[in-house]
């Protein structure tokens, strides 16, 4: 294998235009305020072989934290959720690349109805090798150490970083990576003991370039943070079905929904504080208490990144919310908890099956009964939707990827609404990339990372 001390360091255009017979490139982010597009390519011998084998990547980062009014120094000029991309022509941090005949580039012109919609939305796009070789350099300075640094992340941010990977000239396999490079503790007097990386829940994806998991898209991996960059430090080789197309991606059609109504008959006491994890799915909306409405027959909307959410109250005692109804516009849950004293309730819908259908309204939910009649006061509850992948990445399967098809590989980090001030002060940085090795000649490609001998630093 390549020995390390000889690296050859390659520029960013070098790296786009490409040349070389294996390497690594990698992108990343920083939270909104430092990002960069930094590679490094090893080569046996100190020996360029052009024409070989081109890997290009480009990115669309986005973060959906503090809303811009009060945190704007944690987006791009496009606002939030935008951070950063490349291509980004106008460095306004959504994804965009125009020629000085104005005309935008795609793998295919007619896979997108609307161009400019495509972009706007977030799409990441995708380009041709010709069009890659003259991405101006990322209008944003590098991150002094890791490629990924999160801290003052506060709990129910999330993160999501799409990358668009690219072989030009030959055939090739290619390997996921990741790596934890950095843990900082912010000595919380409330702190449990638990890192970060051990809250923050992550997880990699086959996406179809519009930055959001799908049902029916193929899952890579999931679990903690610190799992998943554990798993993908061992390397990960892509994979994908050879009968799918693998050119330009049709925009992601909505999952079907179920629309169907919750009510007590569906609810499951279980003890203790249940979460939206607990039952493998990824996102939550958590209201508190103190946020519902206090007089029957009132209603409060709530607005999410993902829809609205409208709580009625219908019975209140003591000052304390006992039941309410709810409706949800933009999204589903697959499971509703709802929190009151020493215990939860959880409700959701069997769909005959394996799975769970997913509902728009409920109605008469409220926590636990402590009496045959009367129950606990709410104190909050969670709306609970998206599954999270399996926490085991695929099986091995050599597959090359062909020249000129891009692959949109999804990369997602959130913090549990339920996590408390023991975070306050953490912070946590890793590094994601990719490695390429060339399939001619090659039947039997050996995990660069098996040992991690061959990554480059």
């Known amino acids: 294998m390549t020995d390390k001390t000889n690296d050859i360091e390659l520029s960013r255009r070098k790296i786009l235009a490409g040349i070389g017979a294996v390497g690594v490139a990698s992108a990343g982010a920083g939270l909104g305020t430092t990002a960069y597009f930094s590679d490094r390519e090893t080569f046996e011998g100190n020996t360029l072989t052009a024409g070989q084998l081109d890997l290009s990547v480009t990115w669309q980062q986005l973060y959906h934290g503090g809303p811009q009014s009060s945190r704007p120094g944690d987006y791009g000029d496009a606002e939030r959720p935008f951070v950063n991309a490349y291509p980004d022509h106008d460095g306004d941090g959504l994804q965009s690349f125009e020629r000085e005949d104005g005309v935008h ?28 070789a003259t991405f101006d350099e990322p209008s944003f300075d590098p991150n002094d150490e890791s490629l990924i640094e999160l801290d003052d992340v506060k709990p129910g941010d999330c993160g999501e970083l799409t990358f668009g990977i690219k072989l030009c000239d030959n055939p090739g ?65 892509l994979a994908y079905d050879p009968d799918d197309d693998l050119g330009v991606p049709e925009p992601g059609d909505s999952p079907e929904l179920d629309g169907i109504t919750l009510t007590h008959d569906d609810c499951e006491v279980v003890p203790g504080n249940p979460t939206c994890f607990d039952y493998g799915l990824f996102r939550a909306i958590k209201i508190e208490s103190e946020d519902l409405p206090t007089t029957v027959g009132d209603s409060e909307t709530y607005a999410t990144p993902v829809g609205d959410v409208t709580i009625t109250v219908t019975e209140v005692d003591g000052g304390d919310v006992r039941e309410f109804d709810f409706e949800l516009e933009g999204f589903e849950a697959t499971a509703v908890i709802v929190k009151g004293g020493s215990a939860a309730n959880v409700c959701r819908r069997p769909d005959g099956g394996d799975g769970y259908l997913t509902a728009d309204a409920g109605e008469g939910l409220g926590a636990p009964l402590r009496t045959d009649e009367d129950r606990y006061g709410v104190s909050h509850v969670s709306f609970c939707y998206d599954v999270v992948p399996p926490e085991e990445p695929p099986e091995d399967v050599p597959v090359c990827f062909q020249p000129s098809n891009t692959q949109f590989i999804g990369f997602e980090w959130c913090l549990p609404t339920d996590v408390g001030n023991e975070v306050q002060g953490d912070s946590v940085s890793f590094d994601l990339s990719f490695y390429a090795e060339q399939c001619r000649h090659n039947p039997d490609p050996q995990n660069p990372f098996s040992d991690d001998e061959s990554q480059s630093d």
């Open 105 to 132: 580039a795609y793998v295919d012109p007619d896979a997108y109805d609307d161009p400019e919609a495509a972009a706007e939305a977030g799409r990441n796009l995708a380009f041709t090798c010709a069009e890659i």
């Open 173 to 237: 396999y290619i390997w996921l990576h990741g790596e934890l490079t950095d843990e900082g503790d912010g000595d919380h007097p409330e702190s449990s003991g638990a890192e970060l990386a051990d809250l923050i829940q992550a997880r990699a994806w086959y996406d179809d370039g519009d930055n959001v998991f799908q049902v029916g898209e193929t899952p890579i991996i999931g679990g903690t943070l610190r799992e998943v960059l554990g798993a993908l430090q061992e390397g990960v080789l």
